[in-house]
Every structure is written in C-alpha cells, then in structure tokens.
C-alpha cells in the first residue's frame, strides 16, 4: 500500500515542471506522506500495545504471586463469569510439539482437526481402556472464549493410542462446570465426575457421566446434582473381585452439596444413586482415594498435615462405611497456592495403590508437590507404606536438580503400573533462566519408590502465565495412566501462538507418551488407519482474523 502510493507521487508530470501537475503532484506526495504517517502511528500502536502485553507478563514472571498454604473450607472452582456472547470462530493447524523422541499431541481441536483460536482448555483428567489401549478419552475444563471465565464440561477421545483427537463439544451447552475427573472400569467402561456450580454459589454438587464407547459419547447416569460431592472431588472404582466389586467411592474439600465438611460418599449401583455423605476424620482435603485387593479404600490429603484414612467396611453394601484408621504422612511440606499458578494450586495430592499381585502388590504410596519449610517454591515429594497405611517412609525428592529456592516443581501426579511400576511426572522450570517458563519433565521407580530414575523433560518450555481465561491459572492439576511399558499423560500447555494483539500462546490440552525406554513404545500401537496430521513442530501461525476481539488485560503480581 505505501509502496504503490509513494511510487506514484513520485512520477515525472508529463506536462512539464509547470501547470496544475506540478500542483496535482504535490498533493499526491502530500497525501502520500500523510498516510506513510498514518501507517506508522498504527504501526506505532500495535507494537506499543504487544510491548505492554510483554511488559505485564514479564512482570509476572518477575513479581510472582505470593504463595501460601493451599486455603481451606472455601471452593476453589467458582461462577464468575456469565457465558461470553457468540463469536466467530478461526482455526489454526493443531499443534504437534517435538521434543527430542517425545511428541505432543493437541487433544482440543475442532471437528477439522484444528486448533481452536480464542478459546482456552485446562485442568486434565484421561482414562485408558485397559482392554485396548489405544482407547482413551481426556476430560478438561473447557473455555470457549477466553474474555469469560465460564467454563463447562469439554472432552476427547482417540481409538489410535493418541495421535488423532475428536472433541465432539461438552457434556451440557451453558452449564457451568469444572473439576473433571475420569476413571475407567476392567472392562473398560469410562465415567467422568462433573462439578456443577450456580451464579448464586448456592450449591456444589456433581453428576455422574457414563460411556460404554470408549468415550465417544457420554450418557448422564445420575441425575444434575444427583452425585451429591462438591468442590474438588475425586472418584475410584473398586476393581476387586470382593463384595464391592463395582462400587464407586468419591470425597471432596467440604465445599460441597450437604455443606457438612469433608465428605466422602458411596454408590453401590454404577453411579445412578449415592447414599448419604459421611464426614472423613481429620477432613483431608485436593487429594484422591483408591482401593487395594482386599476391597479397603484409601483416602490421602491435607487436614493440618498430610493424612491417609481407611474404611475396611465401605466394600459392604449393607454396612454404612465407617474409618477405621487414620495415618499422618510427613511428605515434607505443604500444598500450596499462588506463585506459579496465581489464582490455582501448585499441585493436589495422589495417592494409589499397588495391585501387582507381586511382592510390592498393596503398597500404598502418596506424591505431590509441596512446599519445603522456608520455601515459597514446590519439590515433588513421594512416601510409601508397606503395612496396609499404618506407617508411612520418609519423605523422598523425587526431582533430582539441586535444591533452587527459586526453582519451581509443581503439579506432580503419578500412576502405577498393573507391573508395579511407578511413573510421575510434573512441570518443572529448572531449566528456565527466568524461573518460570516450565517443562514437562517424567521419572519411574522399580522398586516401589525408593529410588527414582534421573529425570527427563519430555517437552518444550512454555509460558505458564499466557492464554488465561479470564482466571489466572492453568487448572489445579494434571494427570497420568500408566500400563506395563509405558505411561499416557494428559497436560495443559501454552505452545499454541496467537499473533493477534496482543500477541500472545494459548492455554490448550495435550497427550505425550511417557515410558522407560524413553519415548514411545511397542504397546499400545496406533492402528494402521491412523493418520498423523502433517503439522509442523514448530509453533503454527494463525489464520487471518476479520476484527480483533479484546482479550483480558494482564494483571501485575504483587512481590511475594
């Protein structure tokens, strides 16, 4: 455009150097300057609004949250934003992040196979079919527009161990939900927990969802709200061949349907009816619970420490569940909040369980990323029984850099192997000259934990403070599955890059392929149909937008 206009005025008048040419070129070349001014200050503009836009999440690096002790009694999972209104939607090529023999494939896409540009998707739960591993489906907060935190219920499957995606939508349009959590049965039946919330906070409940396809569609098996729960639940599956055989368990952090503290609750029919909650001794709260072979069920959190509580008679149908054993756990610190993850946890507690069968089988170990006494950053610590959770090892790093005060470790999650094996993985910014760009980084144990192999990143650094939907943080955590050679991993992630101003990368999910051997491995194999989108590694550029959309302002963080 200033090319061809300047080129213009800049034409010999074939009148001659007098006459009204001379005065026709003059205004040309008027006009010409005027609008190389113009595209300057537009210029000008645009990179002054990217330069802020740099500015604020430089600072944010810089000027973290302060961190503090993961809150108590109050929900973490809140409505606070109506929908945001209809948009047009654009697409990108999804993305496909290389790092060395791992690869990472965007789970979000569009019905194309295409990334979604303006939306945010975050907090990952996946499920494996256990009799065909190439079946697995992901669970994820799903935002459609990243000026509103509204969120709702997204989800994916793969019938190709990973490499192609189907995000058929939510489970419901325009209702408000978050904290999704996935579990699969032995015979590979998937469920997917759901927290519901109102714009009032006058209730915390969940649902139960069921899906007999390997995730490709999803039938609601309680009624809204029938689940009971609340805020941050978990949920296992008794897989035994005991008396509870079936029996689904859950418990959450007391923001919840009956409001009478840390809950736990029982359905002895699938999931389509829950008996009536039962308080938890000690109120362990952001953590998990599994169930060992002889039908007992374990629940680990953070009540003033760590603990794990057992019920031995939950497996009875006809038996209210009692607990009969409650167990602190020294795991080196505690859970934590803002820092990293401003407006989030730095990382839940996990516990599970041993069912090797083998001389490890029933161990019951607890990870996650806690706080060190004196610190305001996260390691990854890991503990372990041997005795059914009546006593619990010392507490083990299972990051292996050299203690960095600024070093973060954060939203560790582990698996175990149906061969024992143990596979965790958490975001880690050691390599980060500004302390906070992250990477996925993997270890395993063979021997229930007492060592650890050295760690290994296994993607690219990203940017943990872009692509927020109008909520500062990337979830509350992240998830893995592990079988007996490898592990598959769900995360959210920053890779994508929206050149739009102000230019920034979006929060998105993925799947990466963890195991041993250092990459992928023999099983589970793609099926031969499959075919991998020819996707460059490197970061997409995005298609051309029609009118640029506001986005959240950046908010500087206060010095911790």
């Given at each position: 455009m200033r090319r061809s206009t300047v080129s213009l005025a800049n034409r010999t008048c074939s009148h001659g150097a007098v006459s009204p040419c001379s005065l026709t070129q003059k205004r040309r070349l008027d006009t010409a300057r005027r609008l190389q001014c113009l595209t300057c200050l537009v210029f000008l503009a645009a990179f002054s609004t990217a330069s802020a836009f740099a500015e604020a999440t430089a600072d944010r690096s810089a000027q973290l949250a302060p961190t503090r002790k993961a809150p108590?009694?109050?929900?973490?999972?809140?409505?606070?934003?109506?929908?945001?209104?209809?948009?047009?939607?654009?697409?990108?090529?999804?993305?496909?992040?290389?790092?060395?023999?791992?690869?990472?494939?965007?789970?979000?896409?569009?019905?194309?196979g295409n990334?979604?540009?303006?939306?945010?998707?975050?907090?990952c739960a996946i499920s494996v079919d256990p009799t065909d591993g190439n079946k697995?489906?992901?669970a994820?907060?799903?935002?459609?527009?990243?000026?509103?935190?509204?969120?709702?219920?997204?989800?994916?499957?793969?019938?190709?161990?990973?490499?192609?995606?189907?995000?058929?939508?939510?489970?419901?349009?325009n209702v408000f939900r978050s904290d999704p959590v996935t579990q699969s049965d032995e015979t590979?039946?998937?469920?997917?927990?759901?927290?519901?919330?109102?714009?009032?906070?006058?209730?915390?409940?969940?649902?139960?969802?069921?899906?007999?396809?390997?995730?490709?569609?999803?039938v609601e098996l309680s009624p809204d709200r029938g689940a009971g729960g609340g805020d941050k639940q978990w949920l296992t599956i008794d897989k035994t061949g005991g008396p509870g055989h079936g029996f689904q368990y859950q418990a959450d952090d007391g923001a919840n349907?009956?409001?009478?503290?840390?809950?736990?609750?029982?359905?002895?029919?699938?999931?389509?009816?829950?008996?009536?909650?039962?308080?938890?001794?000690?109120?362990?709260?952001?953590?998990?619970?599994?169930?060992?072979?002889?039908?007992?069920?374990?629940?680990?959190?953070?009540?003033?420490?760590?603990?794990?509580?057992?019920?031995?008679?939950?497996q009875n149908g006809g038996q209210t569940p009692?607990?009969?054993q409650v167990t602190p756990?020294?795991?080196?610190g505690d859970l934590g909040f803002g820092g990293i993850n401003p407006a989030g946890l730095t990382g839940m507690l996990f516990l599970a369980i041993d069912r090797s069968g083998g001389s490890t089988n029933n161990n019951i170990y607890m990870l996650a990323s806690v706080i060190p006494p004196g610190r305001s950053t996260t390691d990854v610590m890991f503990a372990r029984s041997t005795d059914g959770g009546l006593t619990f090892s010392a507490p083990v790093k299972v990051n292996d850099d050299p203690v960095n005060p600024s070093k973060w470790h954060w939203f560790g999650t582990f698996s175990v192997a149906p061969n024992g094996r143990l596979d965790a993985v958490w975001y880690d910014t050691r390599n980060a000259a500004n302390n906070t760009d992250s990477q996925l980084f993997y270890s395993f144990s063979t021997d229930a934990g007492v060592t650890w192999s050295p760690n290994v990143a296994v993607s690219n650094p990203f940017n943990p403070f872009e692509g927020y939907p109008n909520q500062d943080k990337i979830g509350d955590y992240i998830t893995i599955v592990s079988d007996n050679t490898g592990g598959n991993v769900a995360y959210s992630a920053t890779f994508n890059f929206d050149p739009d101003p102000p230019a920034h990368h979006e929060e998105d999910v993925y799947y990466v392929r963890v195991s041993p051997a250092g990459g992928p491995t023999p099983t589970p194999t793609p099926s031969p149909t499959a075919t991998p989108t020819s996707t460059p590694t490197a970061t997409p550029t995005a298609t051309p937008r029609a009118t640029p959309r506001p986005r959240p302002t950046p908010h500087p963080r206060p010095t911790p």
């Open positions: 108590r009694g109050e929900p973490l999972e809140k409505y606070d934003n109506p929908p945001a209104p209809p948009r047009k939607i654009e697409t990108s090529p999804r993305m496909i992040s290389q790092f060395g023999v791992f690869t990472s494939y965007q789970v979000n896409v569009d019905a194309s990334n979604i540009i303006g939306d945010a998707a975050n907090e697995m489906a992901i994820w907060r799903q935002f459609n527009d990243v000026t509103s935190n509204f969120r709702q219920g997204g989800w994916a499957y793969t019938t190709d161990a990973g490499i192609i995606w189907t995000f058929p939508g939510v489970l419901q349009n590979g039946n998937f469920f997917y927990l759901s927290l519901q919330s109102d714009q009032n906070f006058s209730f915390f409940c969940d649902d139960l969802w069921g899906s007999t396809n390997g995730g490709q569609s999803w349907c009956s409001g009478s503290g840390v809950e736990f609750q029982r359905s002895t029919d699938g999931g389509v009816t829950w008996q009536a909650p039962i308080v938890i001794p000690q109120d362990p709260v952001y953590g998990t619970l599994d169930v060992d072979t002889n039908g007992n069920v374990f629940v680990g959190g953070e009540g003033n420490t760590f603990y794990c509580v057992r019920s031995s008679n939950a009692t607990f009969d756990v020294n795991l080196g």
